[in-house]
């Protein structure tokens, strides 16, 4: 089994930094390397401390039967630039590639369906399309299309809906129950009931309240018009792998100046005598530097925010928004030869409903269907399937992770509707993520605009997937908003 968040090895080295430092970002993920980077431009001394034994956080790789794969996400999202915009200052942009255009598929409960293309979240924006029907029913569909003629205010009330109560009101519960509820397990290992509709797309609501409907605004967000961002694929990824990001951001980073450490752990923050802040280490040493970037996952972050709490440098309340629950999720890679899969039999892979008794997976990617590059790579008649576990938030549903190999293996049997004998099966992994997936609860997006206001005062920014949003281009987008504020504030 490989586990990304494996405790660091011991150090035996001191791990003070002999210069003078501006700035100190804890963790070494995307949104810790991309505000180092972005505050080194801006003229300041940045260090970044990460506690594993390499940068990249959930964006990384690992190795199977001698191929090298994303171990965490594989794509990001399209309909927001702030990915790509990235990947071409990063003089990546002949890397980028669109997924195969047969699309993703979804198993509910009435059997499987190919997932209708222009949505999203799962929210259709062409209700009555013939993939819609087929999915839903014509008595799904026919519900969905009366958002067309419902008062905008329907379902888009302020007191933050979730994108569970907006599409029940708007389009019922059959596009909730077949279409949302199963991308929204797979992308964020959460009940759309409980996803606050702010903080997985901002600019949601307002679209319904302009357009006049969920549909319209669906297509607003997706570009699905003249002059948009992007019409077509909902994401795109990197030939190699979303892993290269990383790596070509941790280069960057450091020819411009920023001192990345691996193998360090941030122990706490206290005020320092110079007006700044004191960063204690593990294995040892202490650093003072203007400002703190904290760039770790929410658990991390809450233990050195509360403890800025019980200082009283924060009041109690503004430590919630770190809060967030967050998922355990488990995924399985299996490396396997089979021709019964060379011709993707359901496209680039399959988004289970919750209520699906015949798999305990809530989602598969046939990576080789999906990715031409690996394809290529793996060679004829080889295949990776990347399957995902886990919709509880105290993972009681998780399998043991010794079962896993097999128990995903029969699961991809029933969804790709296949045999895949496990003697074709070369190579097996198990990766766990216990925080990569935090939950935006309704009020978090007002707690953490709180929780940065108290900060800010403080030369403290807050970034990360529990900040900004899960998926690349929320964090993305998110972290150069907070860099650049804080490289003004500490401009002489």
């Known amino acids: 089994m490989t586990d990304p968040t494996a405790a660091p090895r011991p150090v035996d080295v001191p791990v003070d930094v002999p210069v003078a430092v501006d700035v100190a970002v804890v963790g070494g993920g995307i949104s810790g390397l991309l505000s180092g980077w972005d505050l080194a431009r801006a003229g300041l001394r940045v260090v970044v401390l990460e506690r594993s034994d390499h940068p990249g956080g959930a964006v990384s790789s690992h190795v199977l039967a001698g191929l090298t794969l994303d171990a965490g996400a594989d794509s990001f999202a399209t309909a927001r630039p702030a990915v790509r915009e990235l990947i071409d200052e990063l003089g990546m942009g002949d890397r980028v590639v669109s997924p195969d255009p047969r699309g993703a598929w979804v198993q509910h409960t009435a059997g499987p369906a190919p997932l209708p293309r222009a949505g999203l979240l799962g929210i259709p924006g062409r209700p009555w399309a013939a993939d819609v029907r087929r999915a839903v029913g ?100 990197l030939t190699g792998g979303m892993h290269t990001l990383a790596t070509g951001l941790a280069a960057a980073a450091g020819a411009a100046g920023v001192e990345i450490r691996c193998d360090v752990d941030v122990l706490g923050l206290t005020p320092s005598d110079a007006g700044g802040w004191r960063v204690r280490l593990q294995p040892g040493g202490t650093l003072d530097v203007r400002a703190v970037v904290l760039a770790a996952p929410g658990p991390v972050t809450a233990g050195l925010v509360q403890a800025l709490a019980t200082d009283g440098a924060l009041p109690r309340e503004a430590v919630d928004a770190v809060r967030t629950p967050s998922s355990e999720v488990l995924l399985a890679s299996l490396v396997i030869r089979s021709a019964a899969l060379d011709g993707a039999p359901r496209g680039t892979g399959v988004l289970v409903a919750e209520g699906v008794r015949t798999v305990r997976a809530k989602a598969l990617t046939h990576a080789t269907a999906k990715w031409r590059w690996l394809a290529e790579a793996a060679g004829p008649g080889r295949h990776v399937l990347r399957l995902s576990y886990g919709r509880t938030a105290d993972g009681s549903d998780l399998p043991d992770e010794a079962d896993l190999p097999e128990i995903a293996r029969r699961d991809a049997e029933v969804l790709l509707g296949v045999p895949l004998p496990a003697a074709d099966v070369e190579a097996t ?48 987008a998110d972290t150069r908003t907070a860099a650049a504020a804080l490289a003004v504030r500490l401009q002489p």
């Not at 997006?445 to 690349?472: C, I, N, Q, S």
């Open 429 to 476: 992994d198990v990766i766990r993520w216990t925080s990569a997936l935090p939950t935006p609860v309704p009020g978090h997006r007002a707690a953490v605009a709180a929780l940065r206001e108290r900060l800010a005062d403080r030369d403290v920014a807050v970034v990360g997937a529990f900040a900004g949003g899960t998926g690349l281009a929320a964090v993305v």
């Open 138 to 237: 014509w008595v799904g569909a026919a519900r969905a299309t009366l958002d067309r003629v419902l008062p905008a205010s329907v379902g888009t009330s302020d007191h933050t809906p979730t994108v569970g109560s907006l599409v029940r009101a708007r389009m019922g519960r059959r596009v909730l129950d077949r279409l949302v509820g199963p991308v929204a397990g797979g992308v964020y290992a959460a009940d759309p009931d409980v996803l606050e509709v702010r903080t997985v797309a901002p600019t949601l609501l307002e679209q319904v309240r302009s357009t006049g409907s969920l549909a319209a605004a669906v297509r607003e967000v997706r570009g699905v018009r003249p002059g948009a961002v992007k019409a077509g694929s909902a994401a795109d990824g």
